[in-house]
């Protein structure tokens, strides 16, 4: 069991153009789990990397969770589309599911993700 529940820094502002995702782990429930940050029009939000119709990874190719015209995350399983900002399925089986969101906080230019004991709610 992975016990280390310490902030994660997960990108730069700056490294991390709009429309790109960037993988990293995270200890969630004593457990190291995938998870990835996107930019979506200058903000960022982060998800546990599974998607909501089968527990398996969004990315088929490394760190490309994004629809060609990076409006949407897409699982490269089946095609299901997310809401970058809410990480809501809004076209594919899973549809009206969210993603699980992971919370982030900015300190100067480092995005931050916080380890947590639980997972959010569904």
């Known amino acids: 069991m992975v016990t280390d529940t310490s902030p994660v820094v997960v ?6 153009p709009a429309g790109r995702t960037k993988k990293f782990f995270l200890t969630i429930d004593g457990r190291e789990e995938e998870c990835f940050v996107v930019n979506h029009g200058g903000s960022f939000y982060a998800y546990v990397n599974r998607c909501c119709h089968i527990p398996i990874s969004l990315d088929w190719i490394e760190n490309q ?3 060609e015209d990076r409006q949407y995350i897409q ?5 299901a589309q997310y809401l970058p900002d809410t990480g809501e399925c809004v076209w594919g089986p899973p549809c009206g599911k969210f993603l699980t969101p992971i919370p982030l906080t900015l300190r100067g230019d480092d995005v ?7 997972l959010p709610s569904e």
Not at 112 to 118: G, K, P
């Open 75 to 79: 699982c490269a399983t089946h095609g």
């Open 112 to 118: 931050i993700a916080a380890s947590t004991n639980e």
């Open 65 to 67: 969770m994004m629809t």
């Open 11 to 16: 990108a730069r502002v700056g490294e991390l």
